[in-house]
């Protein structure tokens, strides 16, 4: 198949939500299995790098080309069943038409409604409902894929690798840096971040429905009453724990004026099974001193949805505020053991350097001790700060015994975060793998590690 070259089109496709801008030659958008081989196989033997996007959701620049061409999912787009997808699917469209027959497929990145389910593979993207369910990866059960030499084959947990990993201990916490340590092709191919093979087809894991969802939105006074709250709720059984700042709070405000003035708040998902527990959820938000005249509760499908439009407006907003200033996004993705999470927070406080505050926003999944530490820079003197204080809360982390990515990835921006981690044996390693799955490094290359 031949490329589209038409400036016009290509431009569409240079960037995603970093705010990263790349370059590239052509765009394919294949609309079968075959057609991707053909065009793997055919850059395979001309060594022309392939950047593999979809609905380019990501923040580490993962899907932004550096060269050579595109390679857009966006026509795989078929539902064969209601566990059998092709990646380009929408991953908030399918979830909602499973759930209208009473089925559940658990992973819930902030961004459902625009990424893929492909996407969500490639990334192991996870989300508020990690906290119960994990992440992306025990929920899939098989993929169709296309290596990068163009061989089309399907894969599940009784596929062996081809070629050993090295060996390395992840940090003990929720992350999705570097390649898995797994044991068979599966599990590595998803997060893998699109740099092993293209996933065109999918078949899921879902579960039933839960009978009912209480939600809770609830304030704080203080970040020790909240965060004792927090240690009390995970022994609870929530399905999500997610957190908002003060900062986070006055851009919700600006959506939902009815917002209090408070230093921090909580949002619960709790799955029940018609009598919601709001006696024992109110005990123990009374216990810490949440502030209950001002918490609201949901039960029913209408009012969890405006609770969440305004959870998954925050990042968005962010979003657009760095776009209008002009400049790359930053924005951890660390998570810490839950030991360690207050002396995190309290890294985050820090002031910026120089004569001005940059200002930030923090928000995330707390359950999971996941924070997302939003900067928010004006001008290039400030994004240079922002980029020195990330890289000291980076090496924070991974001193207190966490990860630089805890559901992003490392892309193509986070890759000197990535070695904060990963030892150079384990990282050559990894190389080692990637050039035997893909002899002339087309796929992503430049994405999670150099050639």
């Known amino acids: 198949m031949d490329p589209i070259t038409d400036p016009g089109i290509l431009d569409g496709y240079l960037t995603d939500a970093s705010n990263l801008h790349g370059r590239a030659s052509g765009l394919y958008r294949p609309r079968t299995p075959e057609e991707v081989a053909e065009v793997l196989a055919a850059c395979q033997r001309t060594g022309t790098p392939v950047t593999v996007v979809a609905r380019r959701t990501s923040t580490t620049g993962a899907p932004v080309p550096d060269g050579g061409v595109i390679l857009s999912t966006e026509h795989l787009d078929r539902v064969h069943a209601l566990d059998d997808v092709d990646a380009g699917v929408l991953l908030g469209e399918y979830q909602a038409g499973v759930e209208r027959q009473g089925w559940m497929f658990t992973p819930d990145p902030t961004s459902r409604n625009e990424c893929t389910v492909g996407g969500a593979i490639a990334c192991n993207a996870s989300g508020a409902r990690t906290f119960k369910y994990g992440p ?31 060996a390395w201990d992840e940090p003990k916490v929720k992350t999705a840096a570097g390649y898995y340590p797994a044991t068979n092709l599966l599990d590595l191919i998803i997060g893998a971040e699109g740099t092993l093979g293209v996933v065109t087809r999918a078949r899921l894991k879902l579960l039933p429905l839960p009978a009912a969802v209480l939600t809770v939105f609830t304030y704080f006074p203080d970040r020790a009453s909240m965060l004792a709250f927090v240690v009390t709720a995970r022994t609870m059984g929530p399905r999500c724990i997610e957190y908002f700042d003060r900062h986070s709070l006055d851009l919700i405000r600006g959506r939902v004026p009815a917002v209090p003035v408070a230093d921090s708040a909580i949002l619960l998902e709790i799955e029940h099974d018609g009598e919601p527990p709001l006696d024992a959820w109110f005990e123990a938000l009374a216990a810490h001193g949440a502030l209950l005249d001002d918490t609201i509760v949901a039960d029913d499908d209408a009012g969890r949805a405006k609770l969440h439009a305004v959870r998954h407006a925050l990042p968005a907003t962010v979003n657009e505020i760095i776009a209008r200033n002009g400049v790359q996004k930053v924005g951890t993705d660390f998570a810490v053991p839950a030991a360690a999470l207050a002396e995190m927070m309290a890294a985050y406080d820090q002031p910026a350097q120089g004569s001005g505050a940059i200002a930030t926003v923090c928000f995330g999944h707390i359950g999971d001790s996941h924070l997302h530490l939003n900067f928010l820079p004006n001008d290039a ?38 070695a904060l981690m990963a030892p150079p044996a384990v990282i050559d390693g990894w190389r080692a793998y990637k050039r035997a799955a893909d002899p002339n490094w087309i796929l992503g290359r430049g994405v999670m590690f150099d050639r």
């Open 136 to 166: 992306t990866r025990p929920w899939v059960e098989a993929v169709q894929l296309v290596t990068p030499t163009g061989e089309i084959r399907w894969i599940d947990r009784t596929t062996p690798l081809p070629w050993p990993l090295p």
């Open 381 to 418: 003197v400030e994004l240079a700060e922002a980029r020195r204080r990330y890289l000291a809360l980076a090496q924070k982390a991974v001193a207190l015994g966490g990860t630089v990515s805890a559901e992003h990835g490392i892309g193509r921006l986070k890759k000197a975060h990535l």
